[in-house]
Nanobody, 118 residues
Framework: VQLQASGGGLVQAGGSLRLSCAAS????????VGWFRQAPGKERDLVAA????????YVVDSVKGRFAISRDIRKKIVYLQMNSLSVDDTALYSC????????????WGQGTLVTVSS
Protein backbone atom coordinates (compact mmCIF):
# COMPACT_ATOMS: atom_id res chain seq x y z
CA VAL A 1 0.00 0.00 0.00
CA GLN A 2 1.10 3.60 -0.64
CA LEU A 3 -0.21 6.62 1.22
CA GLN A 4 -0.63 10.21 0.11
CA ALA A 5 -1.44 12.86 2.67
CA SER A 6 -2.84 16.23 1.67
CA GLY A 7 -4.90 19.13 2.92
CA GLY A 8 -2.42 21.03 5.03
CA GLY A 9 -1.89 24.74 4.80
CA LEU A 10 -1.90 28.02 6.63
CA VAL A 11 -4.93 28.78 8.78
CA GLN A 12 -5.73 31.32 11.45
CA ALA A 13 -6.28 30.26 15.02
CA GLY A 14 -9.82 29.10 15.50
CA GLY A 15 -10.06 27.86 11.95
CA SER A 16 -10.50 24.38 10.54
CA LEU A 17 -8.75 22.07 8.13
CA ARG A 18 -9.50 18.63 6.82
CA LEU A 19 -6.57 16.39 6.02
CA SER A 20 -6.85 13.45 3.67
CA CYS A 21 -4.82 10.26 3.57
CA ALA A 22 -5.41 8.42 0.32
CA ALA A 23 -4.33 4.82 0.09
CA SER A 24 -3.44 3.12 -3.15
CA UNK A 25 -2.62 -0.47 -3.77
CA UNK A 26 -3.78 -3.33 -1.61
CA UNK A 27 -5.62 -2.46 1.56
CA UNK A 28 -6.79 -4.96 4.12
CA UNK A 29 -9.72 -4.49 6.44
CA UNK A 30 -7.67 -5.33 9.49
CA UNK A 31 -5.06 -2.66 8.77
CA UNK A 32 -5.08 0.45 10.90
CA VAL A 33 -4.46 3.89 9.49
CA GLY A 34 -3.05 6.42 11.89
CA TRP A 35 -2.58 10.16 11.76
CA PHE A 36 0.55 11.50 13.42
CA ARG A 37 1.97 14.93 13.94
CA GLN A 38 5.40 16.27 14.69
CA ALA A 39 5.88 19.82 15.85
CA PRO A 40 9.28 21.51 15.47
CA GLY A 41 11.68 20.17 18.09
CA LYS A 42 9.23 17.61 19.37
CA GLU A 43 8.64 13.91 18.92
CA ARG A 44 6.11 12.49 16.53
CA ASP A 45 2.87 11.62 18.25
CA LEU A 46 -0.16 9.61 17.26
CA VAL A 47 -3.21 11.84 16.98
CA ALA A 48 -5.92 9.52 15.69
CA ALA A 49 -6.34 6.07 14.21
CA UNK A 50 -8.99 3.81 12.75
CA UNK A 51 -9.08 0.34 11.30
CA UNK A 52 -10.42 0.05 7.77
CA UNK A 53 -12.93 -2.58 8.81
CA UNK A 54 -14.46 -0.49 11.57
CA UNK A 55 -14.38 -0.75 15.31
CA UNK A 56 -13.88 2.16 17.60
CA UNK A 57 -11.85 5.07 16.25
CA TYR A 58 -9.08 6.40 18.43
CA VAL A 59 -8.46 10.10 19.07
CA VAL A 60 -5.85 11.21 21.55
CA ASP A 61 -7.31 12.96 24.58
CA SER A 62 -5.46 16.21 23.97
CA VAL A 63 -7.41 16.91 20.77
CA LYS A 64 -10.61 15.03 21.51
CA GLY A 65 -13.60 17.25 20.86
CA ARG A 66 -11.70 19.27 18.27
CA PHE A 67 -10.32 16.59 15.95
CA ALA A 68 -12.24 13.74 14.37
CA ILE A 69 -11.18 10.85 12.18
CA SER A 70 -13.38 9.45 9.46
CA ARG A 71 -12.97 7.25 6.45
CA ASP A 72 -14.36 6.61 3.00
CA ILE A 73 -13.81 2.93 2.43
CA ARG A 74 -14.79 3.01 -1.22
CA LYS A 75 -12.32 5.78 -2.00
CA LYS A 76 -9.76 4.38 0.46
CA ILE A 77 -9.32 7.74 2.15
CA VAL A 78 -8.98 8.46 5.85
CA TYR A 79 -9.73 12.01 6.91
CA LEU A 80 -8.65 14.04 9.88
CA GLN A 81 -11.05 16.90 10.54
CA MET A 82 -9.42 19.54 12.70
CA ASN A 83 -11.49 22.31 14.26
CA SER A 84 -10.75 25.17 16.63
CA LEU A 85 -7.11 25.06 15.66
CA SER A 86 -4.54 26.74 17.82
CA VAL A 87 -0.90 27.63 17.25
CA ASP A 88 -0.02 24.54 19.26
CA ASP A 89 -1.46 22.42 16.48
CA THR A 90 1.21 23.62 14.08
CA ALA A 91 3.06 20.52 12.92
CA LEU A 92 3.87 18.21 10.09
CA TYR A 93 1.00 15.76 9.87
CA SER A 94 1.60 12.31 8.42
CA CYS A 95 -0.43 9.18 7.95
CA UNK A 96 0.76 5.63 8.26
CA UNK A 97 -0.46 2.05 8.20
CA UNK A 98 -0.07 -0.56 10.91
CA UNK A 99 -0.63 -4.09 9.70
CA UNK A 100 -2.67 -6.50 11.74
CA UNK A 101 -0.57 -8.19 14.37
CA UNK A 102 2.14 -5.59 14.21
CA UNK A 103 2.84 -3.07 16.93
CA UNK A 104 4.50 -0.63 14.56
CA UNK A 105 3.32 1.64 11.80
CA UNK A 106 5.48 0.52 8.94
CA UNK A 107 4.17 2.28 5.84
CA TRP A 108 4.29 6.06 5.80
CA GLY A 109 3.07 8.71 3.48
CA GLN A 110 4.80 12.03 3.10
CA GLY A 111 3.62 14.66 5.53
CA THR A 112 1.44 17.65 5.00
CA LEU A 113 2.31 20.81 6.87
CA VAL A 114 -0.25 22.57 9.01
CA THR A 115 0.61 26.07 10.17
CA VAL A 116 -1.73 27.89 12.51
CA SER A 117 -1.20 31.62 12.88
CA SER A 118 -2.30 33.67 15.85
Amino acid sequence: VQLQASGGGLVQAGGSLRLSCAASGRTVGSDTVGWFRQAPGKERDLVAAWTWSGGQPYVVDSVKGRFAISRDIRKKIVYLQMNSLSVDDTALYSCAVRYRGSSNYSVWGQGTLVTVSS
